[in-house]
């Protein structure tokens, strides 16, 4: 089976400073490493993913995450935080077994990014 | 681009109350996909369908039936509706099949109560 931990429910930074938000996964096979976003009233927008290859991914505004094999994570991380940037964060993997084409999500992470 | 179109957007429903909620994806996706996220628990997946014409249960299926009307359209309903059901209702597509690797893209949700 797949899971994936968001082991903060909350984030607080200050606009401006770098900001992570953790998550970390366990499958039985290669991962597909998934992040969205979701803003208040809205459903979720896809921000990155990590499928192979660099481990480093970049994906919109400005959001980048590190794929880490030996520690089954995949942090997100923003080098400076704006207070647009603040909203619910979802981390979700998908792997090639049984639950091919389905997505495990964790239970959201809310960065509050304060002026 | 409409993308994934759910309907309605708000609905309060008493218990023992039936309804169907309905949602149409414009961008040739085969599958369908349909979550409840409830606070603190992340989202949770009731149903989804890998292809047309076939669909699987997910973690919480049970006081939900689907159907997958066509390629666009995947409906969800609530036979006879429990306070316990009350919560914001997401459906999203992906395009499995064409590419494992792909994001899902999600509507803008069903807020439903029941009371």
């Known amino acids: 089976a797949q899971s994936v931990a968001q082991p903060e429910d909350q984030v607080n930074v200050a606009e401006g400073n770098p900001l992570t938000v953790k998550c970390t996964y366990s499958?039985?096979?290669?991962?597909?490493l998934f992040w969205y976003v979701q803003y208040p009233n809205r459903g979720l927008q896809f921000l990155l993913k990590y499928i192979t290859g660099d481990n480093l991914v970049k994906g919109s505004y400005g959001f980048e995450a590190e794929f880490n094999k030996s520690q089954t994570s995949f942090h997100l991380k923003k080098p400076s935080a704006l207070v647009s940037d603040s909203a619910l964060y979802f981390c979700?993997?998908?792997?090639?077994?049984?639950?091919?084409?389905?997505?495990?999500f964790g239970d959201g992470t809310t960065l509050t990014v304060k002026p | 681009n409409a993308g994934v179109t759910q309907t309605p957007k708000f609905q309060v429903l008493k218990t023992g109350q039936s309804m169907t909620l309905q949602c149409a994806q414009d961008?040739?996706?085969?599958?369908m996909y349909w979550y409840r996220q409830d606070p603190g628990m992340g989202l949770r997946l009731i149903y989804y369908?890998?292809?047309?014409?076939?669909?699987d249960k997910g973690e919480v299926p049970n006081g939900y039936n689907v159907s997958r009307l066509n390629k666009r359209e995947f409906s969800l309903r609530l036979e006879s509706a429990a306070p316990s059901q009350t919560s914001v209702y997401f459906c999203?597509?992906?395009?499995f099949g064409q590419g494992l690797n792909t994001e899902a893209f999600f509507g803008q949700g069903t807020r439903l109560t029941v009371v």
């Open positions: 369908s890998a292809s047309e014409g076939t669909t």
């Open positions: 961008m040739n996706h085969n599958s």
């Open positions: 999203a597509s992906t395009s």
């Open positions: 979700a993997v998908r792997d090639l077994g049984a639950n091919a084409g389905k997505s495990t």
């Open positions: 499958v039985s096979g290669n991962p597909y």
